[in-house]
């Protein structure tokens, strides 16, 4: 739901609200491959930084509207990760959004090839579509 606190003077919401929620799909998205940011960034010291994020705002959302994430792998490169998103509000698209990850080594903040592990979960996830 679109709260209060997500929106401008204006009732819709604040166009940087929209990433803090992007990111929290994400987040989430990670955990439910069976990945936690909590395991990779804590345990293994692996980051997944957002390199590029091509946004399209297509129409607004207002406080208490009800928008759904959706969220598809568009690519798996060696060290990248394309997602596709689409906010949906009342089955219109409110934003679509392209966004490119690197998975990156926090020791030394360059990239790395996505482990093993990490890349057959995200490869089981594309193909369950």
Known sequence: MVRFADCDPAGIV?????????????????????????????????GTPTVRLDTEFVRPSKMGEVIRFHLSVERLGASSLTLRHVVIGDDVA?????????????????????PD????????????K
């Open 117 to 128: 592990d990490v890349r057959a979960a995200i490869v089981r996830f594309m193909e369950r």
């Open 14 to 46: 604040f166009f940087p609200n929209y990433f803090r929620m992007l990111n929290g799909v994400v987040e989430d998205w990670w955990a439910s491959l069976g990945h936690p940011w909590t395991q990779l960034v804590g345990e293994r010291r692996m």
């Open 94 to 114: 409110r934003m679509r959004v392209r966004q490119v990850l690197v998975a990156t080594s926090l020791d030394t903040h360059k990239a790395i090839v996505w």
